[in-house]
């Protein structure tokens, strides 16, 4: 069983930046596509960006393109979010999952990690 366990999250102005990470126990990441999805209190589980198990695909929600970059780093079992120009829109608590496609569906992917905080202040 994966477990994934992000972090990276916190407090920032309008207009800043964070990365976030997730980390992969086992030796299956290599194997499946990672998303990321964000929940704001009150509002529905929302994607935001994917990365196919090649790291040549790449997929973002449209409120993200352009702000938002996914990367994954194999040797070390983690993938990232890096967030640029972030908004007060932004925040949310961020998942991330795994899944064998790369979809922005949230229903394939599972081994859920327990989120991450990310508040965008104005």
């Known amino acids: 069983q994966v477990q994934l366990v992000e972090s990276g999250g916190g407090l920032v102005q309008a207009g800043g930046s964070l990365r976030l990470s997730c980390a992969a126990s086992g030796r299956t990441f290599s194997r499946y596509a990672m998303g990321w999805f964000r929940q704001a209190p009150g509002k529905e589980r929302e994607f935001v960006a994917a990365?196919?198990?090649?790291?040549?695909?790449?997929y973002y929600a449209d409120s993200v393109k352009g702000r938002f970059t996914i990367s994954r780093d194999h040797a070390k079992n983690t993938v990232y979010l890096q967030m640029h120009s972030l908004k007060p829109p932004d925040t949310a608590v961020y998942y991330c999952?795994?899944?064998?496609?790369?979809?922005?569906?949230?229903?394939?992917?599972?081994?859920w990690g327990q989120g991450t905080q990310v508040t965008v202040s104005s």
């Open positions: 990365m196919n198990r090649g790291t040549a695909y790449t």
């Open positions: 999952a795994m899944s064998q496609v790369v979809t922005p569906t949230p229903t394939p992917y599972h081994s």
